[in-house]
């Protein structure tokens, strides 16, 4: 979306802050996705984590993508949206037992398996119904994402996945387990990859834990590379969509598919991340001695990655045209890390004028929370605003 094409008319019958979804850009990256996979016959499962708001699950239940879901509430979120079971994988290193059982009674196509204490559990969950579970083995492939540090996973001594030194020891237990069985193999090395290097380096591996498994006479049906593509959080304007092309066409190059074996992904923030904004007002412009605020009414509740992640969401004064100044932009909030950016340029800022924070439809509206007794933030789009 570009700048000045905010309803802002529409904005102030509001109450800031409320996250503002684009639905045509939403629908456009699920359009290029989902044609981009076709071209390789690659399954998509959208990781709910970055964005269960009901809306936004519908229609992306409409363009007939699966779920990856790390819980009960996101299973149940899933459904509710028009997910069918049997296109929704369940990971997370804490499955609890009744979130095991809502997957088992919904006989969702797979578990994603993060150690062989969760292994057993599943077997023994699954014998009580008299079902068989399918899973699939999260492995550690030690691949290196050169990402945040808070959102790499794929390392070794990481609490996710089962080390690749362990694995025989795993795949021994699960042969003796009746209610399970293996289906596929599951990674997922960390989150915002930009360098595609680290997910050929990912396929490489991937080939060479296959031949480790086939000379254990294990043949592996599904492939799951989890989710991972990165976004430009500088340049939301500039290609809104991420190169899903690029993406696809480096594992294609690399890995060997075996015959009849089904690749996997679960992208989460490549697929909403662009589509949302986060709407606030100027409450104050204090005028410092060293540097002017801009203080906000929404803070790190409604939008936590820049205190959380130190991550940056371009942020833009839409309500004003005049010459830009230097502000730290500031929230409401009784805490020194409620900050959305230092030295921010925006055009010069008054009480009332709206702001947008961009690139903020993934791991924002799902990460609110309501410290400080504040209210979560409603969610608009364009379509129905
Ligand atoms: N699959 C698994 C197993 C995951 O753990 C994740 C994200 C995904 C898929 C989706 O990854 P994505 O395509 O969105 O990168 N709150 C952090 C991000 C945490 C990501 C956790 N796992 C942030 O705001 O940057």
Request: glycine fraction near 8%; hydrophobic fraction near 40%; proline fraction near 3%.
């Amino acid at each position: 979306m570009l700048k000045g094409t905010f309803p802002i008319e529409k904005f102030k019958l509001l109450q800031t802050p409320f996250y503002y979804y684009d639905v045509a850009l939403l629908k456009e990256t699920l359009n290029v996705v989902k044609t981009e996979a076709d071209k390789y016959n690659y399954h998509i499962h959208y990781a709910v984590k970055a964005n269960a708001n009901h809306r936004i699950l519908s229609i992306i239940a409409e363009h007939d993508l699966g779920a990856d879901c790390v819980s009960g509430g996101e299973i149940q979120a899933s459904l509710d949206a028009g997910i069918p079971s049997c296109k929704i994988v369940f990971a997370g290193v804490g499955k609890a037992d009744w979130e095991i059982r809502l997957g088992l009674d919904n006989d969702i196509f797979c578990f994603n398996v993060e150690s062989a204490a969760e292994l057993k559990i599943i077997n023994d969950l699954a014998a009580a119904k008299g079902k068989i579970a399918s899973i699939a083995l999260r492995i550690n492939p030690e691949v290196d994402a050169h990402t945040h540090a808070k959102i790499t996973t794929g390392m070794k001594e990481n609490k996710f996945g089962i080390n690749l030194g362990q694995l025989n020891c795993v795949i021994d237990d699960l042969l003796q387990l009746k209610h399970v069985k293996l289906i596929g193999i599951h990674f997922h090395i960390g989150s915002q990859i930009t360098d595609l290097s680290s997910f050929q380096n990912l396929a490489i591996r991937t080939n060479e834990i296959q031949e480790d498994l086939e000379a254990r006479g294990l043949q592996i049906q599904h492939v799951n590379f989890g989710g991972g593509l990165g976004i430009d959080y500088y340049h939301p304007n500039h290609l809104p969509i991420p190169a899903f092309d690029n993406y696809f066409a480096v594992i294609h190059k690399l890995l060997k598919v075996r015959p009849r074996q089904q690749i996997h992904f679960e992208p989460g923030r490549s697929i909403v991340a662009q589509c949302g904004s986060l709407i606030s007002q100027v409450l104050y412009v204090k005028e410092g001695e060293t540097k002017n605020f801009a203080i906000l009414d929404a803070g790190f509740t409604e939008l936590i990655r820049p205190a959380m992640y130190d991550a940056y969401h371009r942020i833009e004064n839409i309500s004003s045209d005049e010459k830009p100044e230097i502000y730290d932009v500031v929230g409401p909030i009784c805490e020194s890390s409620d900050v959305f950016g230092k030295d921010i340029e925006l055009n010069k800022a008054h009480r009332g004028d709206y702001l947008a924070l961009r690139s903020a439809g993934a791991y924002g509206e799902i990460m609110a929370s309501q410290y400080n007794c504040r209210k979560l933030p409603s969610s608009y789009f364009s379509d129905t605003l």
